[in-house]
């Protein structure tokens, strides 16, 4: 699937529903967004705790797939600056919208493949969270985390979460499909939950390392593995100025 169909993909989500597609946690009808961004901060910290990370304050963190930059705010708070980069212009619209007056964030339009508009070397810190899950092809996923490794200077780090979990990205049954249309035609529940690039793909594990490896990138840890929220934190060897 291209970065041209993910573009439009969320670029409709983000019309339909931006902080819900985000975090579907919320009540589609009426999004709390104090909820949202508190719960944003949450498990930021769920996930850097799990794998042992910080961000410090004159570090230059990548945010993958920032959306409307709910982590993308907790982020410019603690680091030197943040590059928040999304497939879709609709939702970096709504992160300039939502998030004013960061002057520390570069919000950038990427390619749904790549880190294109980052140079190589250029971060001390890559996080991502609820992204990748959402990728049907396993191949950009992995081509994702080998971005990762181009652009992390030498002793970064990548804290980031994985779908470990196949069963999560299967279609619903026939008869459950049908209810959830009833749903949607009453505006009571959301488009496309059936769509390949919402249920997305898991990503098995040796792939990862194997990725990682390619792009210098030694896997530190990893949580939970056969899970959803599956936590792996990568870093990039100090001293290697491979890229």
């Known amino acids: 699937m291209s970065g041209a169909d993910m573009r439009r993909f969320w ?16 009540l589609f009808q009426a999004p709390d967004q104090d909820q949202f961004w508190h719960q944003g901060e949450r498990e930021l910290d769920a996930m850097l705790d799990a794998v042992g990370a910080r961000v410090g304050p004159d570090d230059v963190v990548v945010d993958i797939g920032c959306g409307v930059g709910r982590l993308t705010r907790v982020l410019a708070r603690r680091a030197g600056s943040v590059l928040a980069i999304d497939v879709s212009p609709e939702m970096l619209d709504r992160a300039r919208g939502y998030n004013p007056g960061l002057e520390n ?13 980052i140079a190589d070397a250029s971060a001390d810190a890559c996080v991502s969270y609820v992204v990748f899950q959402h990728i049907p092809d396993p191949a950009i996923q992995l081509a994702y985390i080998r ?34 249309r009833l749903r949607v035609l009453a505006r009571r529940a959301p488009r496309r939950q059936n769509d390949p690039r919402w249920l997305g793909a ?19 840890r990893i949580e939970n593995p056969g899970r959803q929220f599956c936590f792996v934190l990568a870093r990039r060897a100090a001293g290697d100025g491979t890229t």
């Open 11 to 26: 670029d409709e989500r983000a019309r339909e529903n931006p902080l819900y597609y985000v975090d579907n946690k919320l």
């Open 105 to 117: 964030v570069t919000w950038l339009k990427g390619d749904g493949a790549s880190l294109a508009p």
């Open 147 to 180: 971005e990762m490794g181009r652009v992390l200077r030498p002793g970064g780090w990548a804290a980031f979460q994985i779908s470990n979990d196949p069963h999560l990205h299967r279609f619903r049954p026939e008869l459950e499909r049908l209810r959830w």
């Open 202 to 220: 898991a990503l098995e594990l040796g792939a990862l390392r194997e990725a990682a490896a390619s792009a210098g990138l030694d896997i530190e």
